[in-house]
């Protein structure tokens, strides 16, 4: 019903900066927030930053500072900018929101910090 991709992966050095983005379609009127979550191989699957139907906004405090996460709404986009990234950040980074009934994914992003 929600379908997510994200975008704007890659790999920078350390104290770079990189932008994110995840693009919905699909029921999108139902959906209640989105989030990004990373994940390393691995590990579990960890939540990055969250933004509210409202706006309001949180972010875990391994990234408050650096991390924001914003949204279009006009263009159903939600982004997550990250600066001063350390290589501690590298992650496979997902997209997600819920509605009434489902969590949904995206395909992941990778970002990978290193010199």
């Known amino acids: 019903q929600v379908q997510l991709v994200e975008s704007g992966g890659g790999t920078v050095q350390p104290g770079g900066s990189l932008r994110l983005s995840c693009a919905a379609s699909?029921?999108?009127?139902?959906?209640?927030?989105m989030n990004w979550y990373r994940q390393v191989p691995g590990n579990q699957r960890e939540l990055v930053a969250v933004?509210?139907?409202?706006?309001?906004?949180r972010y875990a405090v391994s990234v408050q500072g650096r991390f924001t996460i914003s949204r279009d709404n006009a263009e159903n986009t939600v982004y997550l900018q990250m600066t001063s990234l350390k290589p501690e950040d590298t992650a496979v980074y997902y997209c997600n929101t819920m509605d009434g009934r489902n969590n949904y994914w995206g395909q992941g992003t990778q970002v990978t910090v290193s010199s």
């Open positions: 699909g029921s999108i009127l139902s959906i209640y927030g």
């Open positions: 933004i509210t139907r409202g706006g309001s906004t």
